[in-house]
Antibody, heavy 119, light 110 residues
Framework: QVQLQQSGPGLVKPSQTLSLTCAIS??????????WNWVRQSPSRGLEWLGR?????????DYAVSVKSRITIIPDTSKNQFSLQLNSVTPEDTAVYYC?????????WGQGTLVTVSS | QSVLTQPPSASGAPGQRVTISCSGS????????VHWYQQVPGTAPKLLIY???QRPSGVPDRFSGSKSGTSASLAISGLQSEDEAVYYC???????????FGGGTKVTVL
């Protein structure tokens, strides 16, 4: 059974970097068939896919156009986890953030982390 | 404002059938399979239907999906109180180069 366990701060100051980690059990971040995603949800923007990382003989990442200039998703094979970094945050980035597994449909989800951007 | 259009709400009495529509375009539904998620408030979304009409293990056959052209539908037959949730459609979108979600449809069991 795959489990995704999220960790990271729930409060970030404007202009700083939002960082979250998703620890994987029951699968491998280096799997040649999976992709590892971040999705967020807010009342104003609804559900929003942010990006993914995946391994196919080498590492690749895809990012949503809306955050492409500010986002990095980083795999960590030594800890079997992946991380989200979102730079230069504003209050508009306040949302519940989820990590998920899947290529373009998501069968496993983390528990969600409410991140508030406020001074 | 999502590129996918879903009705904000739908309702039905226990045992009835409810259908939820999801309208898109050639860059998303018209070109890619549609997936559906169920979200109960306070919990993460759950994959309900994938690849237009496939159910993951454990999803009751009361739930079914279909697609035609640039639209897709989710049907819930034999409606039960536990089906009260928000339902989202989500295909890939070529123009945005990513997964897009519909605005969600809240289903109420009367």
């Amino acid at each position: 059974q795959v489990q995704l366990q999220q960790s990271g701060p729930g409060l970030v100051k404007p202009s700083q970097t939002l960082s979250l980690t998703c620890a994987i059990s029951g699968d491998s971040v280096s799997s040649n068939s999976a992709a590892w995603n971040w999705v967020r949800q807010s009342p104003s923007r609804g559900l929003e896919w942010l990006g993914r990382t995946f391994y196919r003989s080498q590492w690749y990442s895809d990012y949503a156009v809306s955050v492409k200039s500010r986002i990095t998703i980083i795999p960590d094979t030594s800890k079997n986890q992946f991380s989200l970094q979102l730079n230069s945050v504003t209050p508009e980035d306040t949302a519940v953030y989820y990590c998920t597994r899947g290529w373009n449909n998501f069968d496993y989800w983390g528990q969600g982390t409410l991140v508030t951007v406020s001074s | 404002q999502s590129v996918l259009t879903q009705p904000p709400s739908a309702s039905g009495a226990p045992g009835q059938r409810v259908t939820i529509s999801c309208s898109g375009s050639s860059s998303n539904i018209g070109s890619y399979p549609v997936h559906w998620y169920q979200q109960v408030p306070g919990t993460a979304p759950k994959l309900l239907i994938y690849d237009n009409n496939q159910r993951p293990s454990g999803v009751p056959d009361r739930f079914s999906g279909s697609k035609s052209g640039t639209s897709a539908s989710l049907a819930i037959s034999g409606l039960q109180s536990e089906d009260e949730a928000v339902y989202y459609c989500a295909p890939w979108d070529d123009s945005l180069n990513g997964v897009v979600f519909g605005g969600g449809t809240k289903v109420t069991v009367l």
